[in-house]
T-cell receptor, first 115, second 112 residues
């Protein structure tokens, strides 16, 4: 049973470019969470999605960041006009149902570097 | 806003000793408390979790205790081994949502 799959593992962008990060949840999971981790820090919640719905985006910056989880295909976290401060590891987690005490399993993350 | 405090930030123990990491949370609606282990450059791995209707849970050398009244929970690792060396994160659910609020992590070093 494949785990949460994220790609790419590493992504390098120049300032002003766009970054697209993809996350395929575990089989049977319909809830996806995105977290950001700065070096030497804990994970910070960004956005919580269900298929075709954004449930909670309170942790995501209002500008330049967007997320989607279409009916078919992976969840996408999109960062437009990237800046140096966007450099971080972005992790995706999934859970099977909308029950608050369900374990979240993380993917290997995408390490985004902005030149 | 909701917050999770974690202590200590670094912890060094001798192999075979016990390690204890403590967390406090602010959201009284939190009802699920997982612990994650993260090795350098890798993903967080769930090692144990506890729900609010339980006071203690044990899995081999790892145990977690929860005091809902005081809003704190702790991770206990007994008979530590060098491979236990990693950063450990506590987390709590944010109210009625499933997203997690993480502590800042504890870097555990187990010396052979």
């Amino acid at each position: 049973n494949a785990g949460v799959m994220q790609n790419p593992r590493h992504l390098v962008r120049r300032r002003g470019q766009e970054a697209r990060l993809r996350c395929s949840p575990m089989k049977g999971h319909s809830h996806v969470y995105w977290y950001r981790q700065l070096p030497e820090e804990g994970l910070k919640f960004m956005v919580y999605l269900q298929k075709e719905n954004i449930i909670d985006e309170s942790g995501m910056p209002k500008e330049r960041f967007s997320a989607e989880f279409p009916k078919e295909g992976p969840s996408i976290l999109r960062i437009q006009q990237v800046v140096r401060g966007d450099s971080a590891a972005y992790f995706c987690a999934s859970s099977p149902v909308q029950v608050v005490d369900q374990p979240q399993h993380f993917g290997d993350g995408t390490r985004l570097s902005i030149l | 806003g909701e917050n999770v405090e974690q202590h200590p930030s670094t912890l060094s123990v001798q192999e075979g000793d016990s390690a204890v990491i403590k967390c406090t949370y602010s959201d009284s609606a939190s009802n699920y408390f997982p612990w994650y282990k993260q090795e350098l450059g890798k993903r967080p791995q769930l090692i144990i979790d506890i729900r609010s209707n339980v006071g203690e849970k044990k899995d081999q050398r790892i145990a977690v205790t929860l005091n809902k009244t005081a809003k704190h929970f702790s991770l206990h690792i007994t008979e530590t081994q060098p491979e236990d060396s990693a950063v450990y994160f506590c987390a709590a659910t944010r109210g009625s949502q499933g997203n997690l609020i993480f502590g800042k992590g504890t870097k555990l070093s187990v010396k052979p």
